[in-house]
Every structure is written in structure tokens, then in C-alpha cells.
């Protein structure tokens, strides 16, 4: 199916999420086009991670609504606070996560196969063969018979991107995948990012890491406090910040890393 390039993928309108008196989300509004790369960068407890859970129908909102590739995906009304998401649509969004959430009792493919076979009803021949050509895509063709505690970490957050591809997704949605990863396969998991935008996969990715958000980005949100603070292309936000809040945020960061 061809997606219209006269529509947003993504519209999100009036986001509000709070945990308890902890307003987390206030109030977000984005959209994004079909082929962008967002990354949104911002202070831990800006509501980066809550915003990704979202999208992806994991925490409920307050209030607000996401259409998806036109479709409405997830509404809530303020007098009642009900969330509404539309299963379907939430098919068509993979996710993969900091601690990869590989199932222990099965081994790479098996993984990769359960969700098509299950979920699809897709003979396991058939995913078989799709999983055996992503792992070969991703340098872990050597792996599939291997079970998740035998491999490193870098190998484990491959085979989530191998496993959330299986279903053929519309969106990627990439929650700081290369934090709990130490620093030498840490490039690994972001070749195979990489891999995906060349062949322009839409994602939305939560990092700390300025040198892959600016290598990834084709824009990039700034989120703190609950609010878009800035949004723009990766030189502009990254390089030249506009606002001071964004500026402060920068500078913090990479003097960090020298």
C-alpha cells in the first residue's frame, strides 16, 4: 500500500500523561511525514521515553489523539479519561527497547518467528525463511540456533531490530538502544540503524548520543519539561540552537564528553 506524501504519518494533538501529580507529557504536538528520522533528545524525566510508549499504545493518556498514516490510532477524552487505540493500526509500529526483551527460552530464530506465526498466522516455513535472511542481513546468520544468553549485548539488541522488522512495520520507534550497551559495540547496533534509514524506513529515536543523533537525524525535537522546547533540522538544533534552554542542554552534553 502506498502512503500518501500529501498526509502526515504521524499527528499528535494536545498529548497529556501524567503519573500520578507528575505531569510527564503537556500538552505535545508533532507531526512527522513519511521517510523522517526524528530524534528527539532532552533531560531524563522530560517525557522522551513516555512519548515513544505512546506511540507505540503502552501507557494510556490523559488526553489528546495520534492519527496515523491518516487513521485515527489513539484518542482519550479528558471527562472520562478512556484510551482508545486502534489494535490494527498499532501492528503497522515496531519498537525496540533499551533491554531488548528477548524471550530467554528461545533461541534467535524462534524468536523472530513466534510474533509472524502467531500473530499473522504465516506458515513458520515461511517466516523462517524471512528471519534467516534478516539475521544474514545483519551479520548474525551464525546466531540463529543460539539463545539470547549467549550473546552480547550488541548481538541481542540486533536480533529486537531483526525481530520487530518480521512484521513488516510502517514506523520504527528506537528508545535510547544503545544506553545499556558498552561502548565498543555500541557502533554495531547503530550501523544497522543506519542500514534502515538508507533504505528510508521512518523512525522516531530517543538518544543520548549527539554523534548518532546527528548522523541519524533528518530532524530533531528538542523535549524537556513536558514540552517541545525546539524542533528543526540536526544542524540547526544541534549546532545552532535557537533557544536557550536547548543551547544549555548542548553544551552540557558534549562538554560531558570530552
Not at 48 to 54: F, I
Not at 137 to 162: C, D, E, H, N, T
Not at 176 to 202: G, H, R, W, Y
Request: proline share 6%.
Amino acid at each position: 500500500m502506498t502512503m500518501s506524501f500529501s498526509l502526515p504519518l504521524v499527528k499528535m494533538q494536545g498529548l497529556h500523561k501524567s503519573y500520578g501529580p507528575i505531569q510527564v507529557l503537556k500538552g505535545i504536538d508533532i507531526e512527522m511525514k513519511p521517510g523522517e528520522r526524528v530524534v528527539v533528545i532532552g533531560p531524563s524525566g522530560g517525557g522522551k521515553s513516555t512519548l515513544l510508549r505512546v506511540m507505540m499504545g503502552l501507557e494510556k493518556i490523559d488526553s489528546g489523539s495520534i492519527s496515523f498514516d491518516g487513521k485515527p490510532y489513539i484518542s482519550s477524552a479528558a471527562i472520562d479519561s478512556k484510551t482508545v487505540i486502534d489494535t490494527n493500526v498499532r501492528r503497522s509500529i515496531g519498537m525496540v527497547f533499551q533491554h531488548y526483551t528477548l524471550f530467554p527460552h528461545l533461541n534467535v530464530l524462534q524468536n523472530l518467528v513466534l510474533a509472524p506465526c502467531k500473530v499473522r498466522g504465516e506458515p513458520r516455513s515461511k517466516a523462517e525463511g524471512r528471519a534467516q535472511a534478516l539475521l544474514e542481513r545483519f551479520g548474525l546468520a551464525a546466531k540463529a540456533k543460539a539463545y539470547p544468553a549467549q550473546l552480547s549485548g550488541g548481538q541481542k539488541q540486533r536480533v529486537a531490530i531483526a525481530r520487530a522488522l518480521m512484521l513488516d512495520p510502517k514506523l520504527m520507534l528506537f528508545d535510547e538502544v544503545t544506553s545499556a550497551l558498552d561502548p565498543e559495540l555500541v557502533s554495531e547496533v547503530e550501523q544497522v540503524i543506519l542500514q534502515l534509514a538508507a533504505q528510508n524506513m521512518p523512525m522516531m529515536i530517543v538518544t543520548h548520543d549527539m554523534w548518532f543523533a546527528k548522523n541519524i537525524a533528518s530532524r530533531v525535537i528538542f523535549c524537556a519539561g513536558g514540552v517541545v522546547v525546539e524542533d528543526g533540522p540536526p544542524e540547526q538544533v544541534l549546532g545552532s540552537p535557537r533557544e536557550e534552554r536547548t543551547k544549555e542542554f548542548i553544551d552540557r552534553v558534549f562538554h560531558i564528553k570530552q
